[in-house]
């Protein structure tokens, strides 16, 4: 196992254990794990953010820390969020990451997140021109998951 996933599998354990917020120190971690304070920043930076249904805080200073917060843990919930963090555009990676974090909360069924990613994937969109690619995609997503509100 790489030591980001280590870290990555570390931090969701405590969430678990604490329902669903963390609050660590970088450096104690660091020193816990046996790997370097920035690799708790790339974890964190890469594999906790809003699109993936978490908040993260931090604090600098000799009383610093990083609280991590899972989002809202009900179908409704998750799935409002999702549609906030969206925005006003979405590329098919993004849109891949979210469809991961719904289908891996549950939230949605394999069969359901399939059709989400063709209607998100690249394909569709070849007729239309490159610079309005990501802000139709984020539209057709957004009432994707507003659909899915009312099942």
């Known amino acids: 196992m790489r030591i980001s996933d280590l870290v990555a599998q570390y931090i969701k354990d405590i969430l678990e254990e604490q329902d669903g917020e963390a609050e660590i120190r970088r450096n104690e971690l660091a020193t816990t794990l046996g790997c370097v304070p920035s690799q708790i920043n790339y974890v964190i930076t890469s594999r906790f953010t809003p699109e993936q249904g978490y908040i993260v805080e931090s604090r600098r200073g000799g009383g610093g820390y990083i609280r991590i917060t899972r989002i809202n843990d009900?179908?409704?919930?998750?799935?409002?969020?999702?549609?906030?963090?969206?925005?006003?555009?979405?590329?098919?990676?993004?849109?891949e990451v979210m469809l991961d974090n719904l289908l891996g909360r549950g939230v949605i069924e394999a069969p359901s997140a399939k059709l989400m990613a063709a209607a998100t994937g690249e394909r569709a969109y070849?007729?239309?021109p490159q610079q309005y690619r990501d802000s139709l995609r984020a539209t057709i997503f957004k009432n994707m998951l507003l659909t899915l509100l009312d099942t």
């Open 126 to 128: 070849l007729s239309v």
């Open 74 to 95: 009900t179908r409704s919930g998750t799935i409002m969020h999702i549609v906030n963090s969206v925005g006003k555009s979405l590329d098919k990676a993004t849109a």
